[in-house]
């Protein structure tokens, strides 16, 4: 959907709106719009999913290979990301448009999720120091309506609920080399535990006030953008600001504790009905 | 007066070159001050920093190690022979030093320079046996030689070659031992860094010297003002015994041989107070780490 | 085509590791015969966190900054944090090559390390996606500073070398910056100062559980870890196994508003209000340094010009 630039006078309604606990869409401040989730469309991927958050609309879909851990951590698997705001999202992707915004997106997935150590990467080891899995991890926005950091990070979350990768079976070769085995079965899949991963919540200052999970227009009248990882643990994971405004201080310590309750409540929710459609095994 | 000398730089410059003094206030034949420091940069096996009036160099020496190659009987002597090259150096000019260039591309200057150095590096006579990692010799210490340019006020060849000398001169290597492990495995390669470490040591000096044409005039050291209005710049590098290591003259105009015996002697009278400014800055041990130079 | 030249490895070549710290595993692995220990290459991600000697762990280290170091710029700024040496130098505000019209200036920054900055492997020519990152966040920090709008139709360009790296790259970049843009004459609405610090964890005295992460585990009642915040930390610090997460601040400490916050790693909601409040305290006073050193070398430079 294009989003025409506001004029001074709506950007006055929205902040006057912002002050009252009222916004345009009815919502108060800290209420998040309802959200759909499209588990496991894409077969050939080996988890993926699509989030609809109002206009934005996310697709998200990991492959999986094998090869050498990083040497300094033998015990762990990898994670890369890669985000790819198509034109179709918005006329300023087009061309070259989009390379500011998708090195933001993708290195703040990165920070959040791979950079704290929050998610349990020890499940993707196969053999310490010789073979591990490599995810990656790509996501596509192909609409945006305001918050693709959250988005994100939710699509990414409910596509790791998603992946299944083959289980392995660690067999003794000849000449004592160690060798692994792929189970052809397709029932014998192992899933990852996604308790450990965070999620994004972004909150941005309108004026004297902050709200949660803006619009596409509320975007344009934002003085300055918090983006706040938050896992099941209620720790945070990664911050981020972004914006040209500056913050004072005390608002901050405001918008990080009520990213933690939204957070929360947002991971409570997804694990709840992930749960309920057998999609995560915990 | 700076609206003529932007109008008109070279009648600017004629009226100080006719009464043989240059705008900032130096003879024909005079140098800026040389600034020497090194071992300034923790993380490299040697650094130093070498300012000449404005121009600034900073150079960082890193050593790996690497199997040596075995020499083959056809070979021929190694000093034409590149492929026993122990050592790389590589000039970048970004656009911090000013703005005239790219941080995308490399410069052609930047380029033109690296490879003159890169053979020039070669010049030193710096014995095999100095880079050999273990004592048998099986692998050497090859030698990244890294010059960035922080500041482009003219001359930049010389502040190179100087930053290089004093840069391996502080070079501290240590002892190297080599763990063999089982069969299959590569050997280990480890550094003793409870022995001390030892330095290069560096057969001989290189002394470099640039001058610039101006209106059939001799210029020594140009500023940036000077390279951009001159015709023809003549760089030249000697070694201790006074042996020509690098020559090179580029320019709109033809000189006369008269004019190049001039640079060479000029040059020749100039070699002991470089040599004095090596050795001064290498023997202070630096152990402190502002550098109040720059 | 202009053929890149930069020579990157034409030999496969590598570091040697440390001998000391070989011989320490090998006899620790001796003792743990029966465990089966994989081999981590020994760096010096893997010793503990030296307890630190000449500060206490609210003191940031020693600062020495000076301006207008490159002649050649509009303004120029070398900040040494001990051992981190930063130089920055801006071009601007010039005329843009493009003739669009726009209304207030375009800024753009970049961050490059030198290839022997860091310890270890050289750093290769080609920007990676670590200095992209902190161009990035080297902007967000200061653009709202600059009054940009003074300046339409113009490009002003910061430029940010690393000679050397021991920790707090990101806060010597972001004060660099500013001192460059103080010098050349740029105007802005106050200068950014920032600060980082770490949170790390301390050997948790209790039932010996060393491996345990921070907060609660999946066991009911697991011990909480003792954990302690540090003000500006060298690499050793930041880069250890131990640290857990790490908070940078840059603020306007006239405006008393913060321009940029990042925090890495998994910290409860009180460790990471700790730190941005350390940082900020740490902020304030770094600015009251970057006013003495430009009030000083402004004096410097009047008495050159009068003499």
């Known amino acids: 959907m294009v989003i025409q630039s506001l004029s001074p006078s709506e950007i006055y309604f929205i902040q006057q709106g912002v002050e009252n606990n009222l916004r345009n869409d009815g919502r108060t401040r800290l209420d998040y719009r309802p959200f759909e989730l499209d588990i496991g469309e894409i077969s050939h991927a080996v988890g993926s999913s699509r989030i609809i958050l109002a206009d934005t609309h996310i697709l998200v879909g990991i492959k999986a290979d094998i090869s050498a851990p990083d040497p300094l951590t033998p015990n762990k698997g990898s994670l890369t990301f890669s985000v790819d705001c198509c034109p179709s999202a918005s006329p300023e992707y087009e061309g070259k448009g989009a390379d500011y915004i998708n090195i933001e997106l993708a290195k703040q997935l990165e920070r959040v999720m791979k950079d704290s150590n929050s998610m349990d990467l020890g499940g993707l080891c196969i053999m310490p120091g010789k073979y591990c899995w490599n995810l990656y991890i790509d996501a596509i926005v192909l609409d945006s309506g305001g918050n693709l950091f959250d988005a994100l990070s939710i699509g990414v979350r409910a596509a790791l609920a998603n992946t299944r990768l083959p289980t392995i079976r660690i067999t003794q070769g000849e000449y004592s080399t160690v060798d692994f085995e792929v189970s052809d079965d397709p029932e014998a ?27 596409g227009e509320e975007e344009q009248c934002m003085d300055a953008r918090m983006t706040i990882g938050v896992n099941k643990r209620g720790n945070i994971c990664g911050i981020q600001k972004g914006g040209v405004a500056g913050i004072d201080a005390h608002t901050i310590n405001q ?24 999609i995560a095994t915990k | 007066m700076e609206a003529f000398q932007k109008v008109h730089p070279l009648e600017f410059y004629k009226k100080f070159l006719e009464r043989s003094v240059r705008p900032d206030g130096r003879g024909l034949d005079c140098f800026r001050k040389i600034n020497i420091s090194t071992g300034s940069i923790m993380t490299t096996d040697g650094s130093s920093f070498v300012k000449i009036g404005n121009t600034s160099v900073i150079a960082g020496v890193k050593a790996e190690v690497a199997l040596t190659p075995t020499q083959s009987d056809n070979s021929i002597s190694s000093n034409n022979n590149n ?17 005239i260039f790219s ?14 150095l890169n053979s020039l590096v070669n010049r030193l006579e710096i014995n095999d046996k100095e880079l050999y990692f273990d004592d048998q010799g099986k692998y050497s210490w090859y030698l990244y030689i890294d010059l960035y340019c922080l500041d482009y006020n003219g001359n930049l060849m010389d502040a190179c ?3 290089i000398m004093s840069a391996l001169k502080n070079v ?45 005039y001799l210029l020594t050291d140009p500023s940036l003002e000077e390279e951009k209005l001159s015709s023809g710049t003549i760089s030249i590098t000697f070694n201790d015994r006074f042996e020509i290591c690098t020559l090179l003259y580029t320019g709109i105009t033809s000189i006369s041989e008269k004019i190049l015996e001039q640079c060479l002697e000029k040059t020749k009278k100039r070699s002991t107070e470089i040599i004095n400014l090596i050795d001064n800055c290498c023997t202070t041990i630096n152990n402190s780490n502002n550098n109040n130079n720059i | 085509m202009k053929i890149d030249f930069r020579v990157t490895n034409p030999i496969a070549t590598s570091i040697p590791l440390d001998y000391k710290i070989y011989k320490q595993q090998q006899e620790q692995q001796k003792q743990n015969e029966q465990q089966q220990t994989i081999s981590v290459p020994v760096t010096t991600t893997s010793e503990p966190i030296k307890k630190r000697t000449n500060r206490s762990e609210e003191q940031f280290r020693q600062i020495f900054m000076k301006t207008g170091v490159v002649s050649q710029a509009s303004g120029s700024a070398y900040i040494e944090i001990e051992n981190t ?10 005329a843009s090559p493009k003739t669009e019209l726009f209304e207030s200036a375009k800024f753009s920054c970049e961050l490059k390390f030198a290839s022997f900055a860091r310890p270890g492997e050289r750093i290769d020519y080609m920007e990676s996606a670590k200095e992209k990152d902190l161009s990035i966040n080297l902007r967000q920090s200061i653009i709202g500073a600059i009054r940009l709008e003074k300046y339409p139709k113009t490009v002003i360009d910061v430029y940010v070398m690393v000679l050397n790296d021991d920790g707090g790259v990101l806060v010597a970049a972001i004060t660099a910056a500013s001192m460059a843009l103080a010098d050349a004459g740029v105007e802005m609405y106050d200068m950014v100062s920032a600060c980082s610090s770490i949170c790390i964890r301390n050997q948790s005295i209790s039932n010996g559980s060393n491996g345990s992460g921070s907060g609660n585990g999946s066991s009911g009642a697991a011990p909480k870890v003792q954990s302690s915040i540090l003000l500006d930390p060298t690499l050793q610090e930041e880069e250890s196994k131990d640290s857990l997460g790490c908070v940078v601040v840059a603020k306007m400490p006239s405006l008393n508003e913060i321009t940029q916050i990042i925090q890495t790693g998994e910290l409860s909601y009180n460790n990471t209000i700790d730190g941005i409040d350390l940082c900020i305290d740490g902020c304030d006073k770094i600015y009251s340094i970057m006013k003495q050193n430009l009030i000083s070398s402004l004096e410097k430079q009047v008495s050159k010009k009068l003499e």
Request: hydrophobic letters at 40%; a neutral charge; one cysteine or more.
């Open chain 1, 189 to 215: 899949m192992q899933s990852l535990d996604i308790d450990g991963v965070p999620i994004n919540v972004t909150l941005t200052t309108i004026g004297n006030q902050f709200v949660v999970d803006c619009s």
């Open chain 2, 161 to 163: 070659v100087l930053a």
């Open chain 2, 172 to 216: 501290k290597l240590p002892k190297g031992i080599v763990v063999e492990s089982s069969a299959s495995e590569a050997p280990q390669l480890f550094k003793d860094t409870e022995q001390p470490m030892r330095s290069l040591n560096i057969g001989t000096y290189l002394i470099p010297q640039t001058f610039v044409l101006l209106n059939d």
């Open chain 3, 85 to 94: 040496k930063v130089i920055c130098s801006v071009h601007g505000p010039r």
């Open chain 2, 103 to 116: 941080s995308s591309k490399p410069s052609e200057k930047a380029m033109s320079l690296c490879s003159q």
């Open chain 2, 83 to 99: 492929n026993n090259n122990k050592m790389f150096v590589n000039v970048e000019m970004g656009p911090i030093c000013s703005n």
């Open chain 1, 255 to 278: 918008m990080i504790l009520a990213a933690k309750q939204v957070g929360s409540e947002i991971l409570k929710t997804m694990d709840n009905v992930l749960k309920d459609h057998h």
